[in-house]
């Protein structure tokens, strides 16, 4: 993603619709877990890496955009530049990795999950979350710089060959699937985050929270989520 970009997205993170309803995903999905020593890779301006912080997580971000790591420093969170091809920290040191819309950006996607699994503890997790589905794939894509968008199966065999086990994998973003379909097939070029007007802005995102309390997590979304746990026992402490 250009600098351009990642400014923007910083100073939407805050009340845009999509980055609201994502930081609530997180929030939901990591809140059952004791919290520990955590990664957010890929952090960006710092917006999950915040939840994890506010639900009492040890956390560090790795952010390779210097730009996005200035941002997120500047919010008072601890952020190490680097490559997450190549993660700046030992191995079996984490009880949690994160990364959100952070893997299709990386043309080399199975280092990065290599090197997940090497940070994990035995039992550590991770959370894992990517734009799915090459049919929605458009100008919006590109303008991001993203390589890929991912299918299921992709995503479930290239975790399973670095040696992690999946939990659950998930849609999300299911409902608006159909307005963003149809809004791609004409986009050529540009990313679609931009500042929504506040009612409809509050209208998209009562519509992605109506999903937690829907059985859709299995239909085709914008997104998917997985969760995967590295084989072996968390030791204490």
Same mark, same amino acid.
């Given at each position: ?9 910083? %100073? ?50 790795? =952010? ?39 893997? =299709? ?5 199975? %280092? ?52 992690? =086990? ?11 699937? #159909? ?12 990313? =679609?985050?931009?500042?929504?007007? #506040? ?6 995102? %009562?519509?992605? %929270? ?20 590295? #084989? ?6």
């Amino acid at each position: 993603m250009n600098e351009d970009e990642i400014r923007k997205s910083a %100073a939407l993170e805050q009340r845009h619709w999509w980055y609201a309803e994502r930081r609530a995903l997180v929030r939901r999905l990591v809140s059952p877990l004791t919290p520990g020593r955590a990664l957010d890779v890929g952090c960006g301006g710092g917006g999950n890496t915040g939840v994890l912080r506010d639900l009492g997580w040890q956390v560090s971000g790795l =952010e390779y955009s210097p730009a996005a790591a200035g941002l997120a420093t500047s919010r008072g969170l601890d952020v190490v530049r680097g490559d997450a091809r190549l993660l700046p920290f030992p191995d079996a040191s984490m009880d949690l990795v994160m990364s959100t819309d952070m893997w =299709e950006h990386i043309e080399d996607d199975e %280092a990065v999950a290599r090197e997940t699994f090497r940070v994990l503890k035995p039992g550590g997790r991770l959370l894992v979350a990517v734009p799915c589905s090459m049919s929605l794939w458009s100008g919006h894509d590109v303008a991001l710089g993203h390589v890929r968008r991912y299918e299921k199966p992709e995503l479930i065999g290239l975790m399973e060959r670095v040696g992690l =086990e999946v939990i659950d994998v998930r849609s999300w973003n299911v409902l608006l699937r #159909p307005v963003v379909r149809a809004r791609r097939r004409s986009n050529t070029s540009e990313s =679609e985050m931009e500042q929504v007007h #506040p009612v409809l802005n509050a209208g998209l995102r %009562a519509a992605v %929270a109506t999903e937690r309390f829907l059985p859709l997590h299995h239909l085709p979304g914008v997104s998917l989520v997985v969760r995967a746990v590295k #084989p072996g026992v968390l030791e204490p402490g």
